[in-house]
Nanobody, 129 residues
């Protein structure tokens, strides 16, 4: 059983930066693929970024490519989302997600909600114009 606890959300001006953190429980964190999604009212949950492990493959949505960076600290069981050059359209509730190690191999589809087994509670990010 994995629990994900998110932090770092808040209000920031357009062009600013914010770093989200997701602390994970469990002994298999380093072997788990991790992802970030976001959702606004009336819209489906949208893929943002994902990675499998430190030094492994990373994936980004076109809308955040070049602005956001996903990273992880296995010693701290924490995954981060560094968000730079924020835009008002980045405003959303951001969710951290984890895939079990057995699901984190070559068949992993980073952008699909069904690829992940555990989800955080979400943290609000608001970008003002």
């Amino acid at each position: 059983q994995v629990q994900l606890v998110e932090s770092g959300g808040g209000l920031v001006q357009a062009g600013g930066s914010l770093r989200l953190s997701c602390a994970a429980s469990g002994r298999t964190f380093s072997r788990s693929a991790m992802g970030w999604f976001r959702q606004v009212p009336g819209k489906e949950r949208e893929f943002v970024a994902a990675n499998r492990w430190t030094g492994g493959s990373t994936y980004y949505a076109d809308s955040v490519q070049g602005r956001f960076t996903i990273s992880r600290d296995n010693a701290e069981n924490t995954v981060y989302l560094q968000m730079n050059s924020l835009k008002p359209e980045d405003t959303a509730v951001y969710y951290c997600a984890a895939a079990r190690p057995v699901n984190s191999g070559s068949g992993f589809y980073a952008s699909r909600i069904t690829s992940y087994d555990y989800w955080g509670q979400g943290t609000q990010v608001t970008v003002s114009s």
